[in-house]
Every structure is written in structure tokens, then in C-alpha cells.
């Protein structure tokens, strides 16, 4: 029997998360390497820094209870048998 247990959604939410923070190293970069610090280029990038840290503290409070070990999928011999 295979069981995917829940810490696997955790996997997804991280490379979701890194692939963000990717693109804001990658929007902080342009600023500087274009020399564009108006006020909306640094407006937006303070926005996006403070949603990051919003989403990041959000994620932590409310998941910290949760049972990372309790199965989501479990893979059987008899997982494909639709008969009651």
C-alpha cells in the first residue's frame, strides 16, 4: 500500500513560493540595473515585499496545528474497485 501523506501539498506551496521570490530578486534587480527609482517602481516593489511577508507570516499561523503525517492519498490493491 503507497500513502501520500498531506506534507506533500507543502512541496507545491514551496516551489510556488520560491519561484515568487525569484521574480522580486528579478523585479528588485531591473530597478537598480536600469536606474528607474521613481516612486511607483518603489511603490510596487514595498507592496510586493510586504504581501510576501503577509503571505509568509498567514501560511505559518494558520498551518501550525495541522498534521503533516495524516494521509491524503492511499494507493491499494483494491483502490481501483469501484464494487461495495
Excluded at 501520500?4 to 501539498?9: K, T
Excluded at 536600469?34 to 510596487?44: E, P, R
Excluded at 504581501?51 to 483502490?79: C, H, K, M, R
Aim: without cysteine; aromatic residues 24%; proline residues 2%.
Amino acid at each position: 500500500m503507497i500513502i501520500v501523506p498531506l506534507y506533500f501539498a507543502l512541496f507545491a506551496y514551496l516551489l510556488f513560493l520560491v519561484g515568487f521570490v525569484v521574480l522580486f530578486l528579478l523585479n528588485v534587480y531591473h530597478i537598480v540595473s536600469t536606474g528607474t527609482f521613481s516612486f511607483w517602481s518603489l511603490a510596487v516593489t514595498f507592496f510586493t515585499l510586504i504581501s510576501i511577508t503577509l503571505v509568509l507570516y498567514l501560511t505559518w499561523f494558520l498551518l501550525q496545528d495541522v498534521n503533516w503525517q495524516a494521509p491524503i492519498i492511499e494507493f491499494g490493491a483494491n483502490f481501483f474497485n469501484f464494487e461495495k
